[in-house]
């Protein structure tokens, strides 16, 4: 979190915000759902200014046939950002992405938005940034 230049800026929400994507992939399908999600989404979400922090597999083992879930930690740049990333979510190639997911990959998922407490008043000031 940048400190505070007591100049103002700070109302400009430049603290964090955190995307956290999780997917609960069916049976079998995790090497192509990461096969395709380093070819065909993520290069473009970093293009639109998310940074992925992680990516992590849940249960940690290719030993066993269980679904798997696959965590998806982004940083975006405060709320500029964040609303960077949110006006180009309804491209063409993120639609067809995520329709694929669906479609191929996955059982279920969801996406979350967080920020670290001391953000929050400026965040609040801000308005809303859960759209």
Known sequence: MAES????????????????????????????????????YRPGAEARGQRLLHLLVSPPTRAVALPQTVTLLWQLDGI????????????????????????????????????????LPLLDAAGRVNA
């Open 5 to 40: 230049t007591g100049d103002g800026d700070e109302a400009a929400g430049s603290d964090p915000i955190f995307v956290i994507d999780e997917l609960v992939l069916r049976d079998g399908q995790l090497d192509a759902f990461l096969d395709a999600f380093a070819s065909d």
């Open 80 to 119: 500029a950002g964040f609303w960077g990333m949110r006006s180009q979510n309804a491209m063409e190639d993120v639609i067809a992405f995520w329709a694929d997911c669906d479609a191929k990959w996955s059982t279920s998922r969801s996406r979350r938005l967080a920020a670290t407490p001391e953000a």
